[in-house]
Structure formats: C-alpha cells, structure tokens
Nanobody
Framework: QVQLIESGGGLVQAGGSLRLSCAAS????????MAWFRQAPGKERDFVAA?????????NYADSVKGRFTISRDNAKNTVYLQMNSLKPEDTAVYYC????????????????WGQGTQVTVSS
C-alpha cells in the first residue's frame, strides 16, 4: 500500500520560512518523480514544484514561487522536501505531495499517488 504523508505545515508570519516534508512508503521511491501542489480555499489545486527521480538537478517551479521555494529529495530517507522562504499571505493553502513515474504527469494533476495534505497559513 502506497502512502505519502506530509508534515511541517503550520502558521507563520509573512516573510518567514517553513520546510515541508513528504515521507513515502510502499513504492520504489528513487524511481518516482515527486511534486508539490497547493490548494487555497475555493480555488483549484495548483502546481508548485517537481523534482525528477534520475537527476536531482532536474526541477521545475511555478513562476509564483521561483526564487523563494526549493524542492529537494533524500532517496535514502524516501522523503521529498519543500523549503519555503519569504512566505506571503497568498501562499496560504493546503500543500499536497504527489508521486508518479512520469515527470510530465507528476507536474500535472495526473499523478498516480497523492498525500492527504498539510495546512500552511501565512499571516500578514
């Protein structure tokens, strides 16, 4: 049974930082591309960042987070991270982790596996 469990969310002031973690189990983690999405109340789920399985330097970011967020992975720990700096109130959302064998699918809404999400709230 595949599980993706997000953690690290919380309440932070604007300008602050948080690091989200997504621990994966039940799948060959090092073979999977991983991504982060977010969904604000009343809005669609949006792509945030993705990282490929075969090249840790192969990453994609949404324009809204470039230069502020960094995605990384530790294949020995079956974990993907999202370091979020210079947070803004508009970053407030539930953040979801996704996994797929395809870097194309994982960066869309077509990922095979999803976590349950972790809430990030940025106060002004």
């Amino acid at each position: 049974q595949v599980q993706l469990i997000e953690s690290g969310g919380g309440l932070v002031q604007a300008g602050g930082s948080l690091r989200l973690s997504c621990a994966a189990s039940g799948l060959p983690f090092s073979s999977y591309a991983m991504a982060w999405f977010r969904q604000a109340p009343g809005k669609e789920r949006d792509f945030v960042a993705a990282i490929n399985y075969w090249s840790i330097s192969n990453t994609n970011y949404a324009d809204s987070v470039k230069g502020r967020f960094t995605i990384s992975r530790d294949n020995a720990k079956n974990t993907v991270y999202l370091q979020m700096n210079s947070l803004k109130p508009e970053d407030t959302a539930v953040y979801y982790c996704a996994a797929d064998l395809s870097m194309v699918r994982v960066a869309a809404l077509s990922s095979r596996y999803w976590g349950q999400g972790t809430q990030v709230t940025v106060s002004s």
